[in-house]
């Protein structure tokens, strides 16, 4: 669904063919919109995410088995991230969740799908997220249900969001993953990116416009989904269907303890998590590339990454930020190396392009795995 906001003046909608169509991309100065999201506070419209409701006495104990995380003892108003996966341990759906008022609410990616339960369902052997989890619910005591309708997703980032917050009467809650209630229904959730302050609140969708005024009134400036995609991928934030592919496991992708629990069982995929990450490491690993900003040509989503004449990865989300100029979010191989120039991009479209990693996206080296040493440990006994 299209939102309102859209008709408000100086709103420029996101192409057809974006994952952000159907809310403003920008309002007339993206970069202008980025410096204050990383300088002020900018609040930015998300309602294209979709929102489930899970209500009912089991909410806790049914989603621990069906999510990557762990949930059962999710205090009100906590909040995390979990993940669907398949029985390969593959990513399939990322979700922004928040335990308030007895009703878990699950924030993702519009049209999210998961890998079907049973081999009928579906032609491409996946089905929505809402089917998923209520062919999952069996005889639990739960209700989950679709509620995008219900409510919208705004974003406000920026150093000073947390006073635009408490100046339009919202109570921030100061540690990460805290929820708290909105005056009118809906609830703030904080977000950890990094080092920059955001929360993500769902308000109820027939109060957006309200909402929306409310917090530019407090000094928030108005922002679009350019802006947030720019600061996502400069904190590494991955997302599915860009950064993703039918490949991507956790591990590649930093969803490893915060979205993905590597000692519960019980879940779909569990096998594989446990695995990688107690006795080897991903194939792959999500690093950001700068492109070379001398050229217009820009890489897509999904091009190849090579060195020489060899694929050594897949880009994800190319963006064009205020300060870094072209950067992308790219999944490379762990044999890659990181400080040689490698070309991002389709040669035969005539979009590629130099790229060179980001020496600080690259993670530490922790050493052997755990479940190795152990072994290790055993065997020279």
């Given at each position: 669904m299209n939102s309102p906001l859209l008709e408000l003046p100086g709103a420029v909608p996101a192409p057809e063919d974006s994952p952000d169509f159907g809310v403003p991309w920008h309002f007339g100065d993206p970069f202008g919109e980025q410096r204050a999201a990383a300088r002020g506070a900018a609040v930015v419209d998300r309602s294209h995410r979709q929102v489930i409701a899970v209500p009912g006495g089991e909410r806790l104990s049914w989603l621990h088995l069906v999510l990557s995380q762990h949930l059962t003892e999710l205090a009100e108003n906590r909040?995390?991230?979990?993940?669907?996966?398949?029985?390969?341990?593959?990513?399939?759906?990322?979700?922004?969740?928040?335990?308030?008022?007895?009703?878990?609410?699950?924030?993702?990616?519009?049209?999210?799908?998961?890998?079907?339960?049973l081999p009928t369902m579906?032609?491409?052997?996946?089905?929505?997220?809402?089917?998923?989890?209520?062919?999952?619910?069996?005889?639990?005591?739960?209700?989950?249900?679709?509620?995008?309708?219900?409510?919208a997703v705004f974003t406000v980032?920026?150093?000073?969001?947390?006073?635009?917050?408490?100046?339009?009467?919202?109570?921030?809650?100061?540690?990460?993953?805290?929820?708290?209630?909105?005056?009118?229904?809906?609830?703030?959730?904080?977000?950890?990116?990094?080092?920059?302050?955001?929360?993500?609140?769902?308000?109820?969708?027939?109060?957006?416009?309200?909402?929306?005024?409310?917090l530019t009134e407090n000094g928030a400036r108005r922002a679009g989904s350019m802006t947030y995609e720019a600061l996502r991928v400069e904190a590494l934030r991955p997302r599915v269907g860009l950064d993703t592919d039918d490949r991507a496991i956790p591990h590649e992708l930093g969803w490893i303890h915060t979205a993905a629990h590597v000692a519960k069982g019980c879940y779909r995929g569990q096998e594989t998590v446990a695995k990688v990450h107690n006795v080897g490491k991903p194939p792959r690993r999500m690093l950001l590339l700068h492109l070379d900003g001398s050229v217009e040509i820009r890489p897509e989503t999904g091009d190849p990454v090579l060195r020489g004449e060899r694929t050594?990865?897949?880009?994800?989300?190319?963006?064009?930020?205020?300060?870094?100029?072209?950067?992308?979010?790219?999944?490379?191989?762990?044999?890659?190396?990181?400080?040689?120039?490698?070309?991002?991009?389709?040669?035969?479209?005539?979009?590629?392009?130099?790229?060179?990693?980001?020496?600080?996206?690259?993670?530490?080296?922790?050493?052997?795995?755990?479940?190795?040493?152990?072994?290790q440990r055993v065997r020279g006994h």
């Open positions: 909040g995390t991230e979990a993940l669907v996966l398949d029985s390969q341990g593959r990513v399939d759906s990322h979700t922004m969740v928040a335990h308030h008022d007895e009703v878990v609410y699950l924030d993702c990616e519009a049209g999210s799908r998961a890998t079907s339960a579906g032609t491409d052997g996946t089905q929505s997220l809402p089917e998923y989890l209520e062919a999952m619910r069996f005889w639990s005591d739960v209700q989950p249900r679709e509620a995008t309708e219900e409510f980032i920026g150093p000073r969001a947390g006073e635009v917050l408490e100046a339009s009467g919202v109570s921030v809650p100061s540690e990460p993953y805290g929820v708290s209630g909105l005056p009118g229904g809906g609830l703030v959730r904080h977000v950890p990116f990094r080092q920059i302050f955001t929360a993500d609140l769902l308000v109820p969708r027939d109060s957006m416009v309200d909402w929306w005024m409310r050594v990865g897949r880009v994800g989300s190319v963006v064009l930020h205020h300060e870094l100029g072209p950067v992308a979010l790219a999944l490379l191989k762990r044999s890659a190396p990181v400080d040689e120039e490698l070309l991002a991009g389709d040669a035969e479209q005539e979009r590629q392009v130099a790229a060179a990693v980001d020496p600080d996206s690259v993670p530490p080296d922790t050493g052997e795995p755990p479940g190795r040493i152990a072994a």
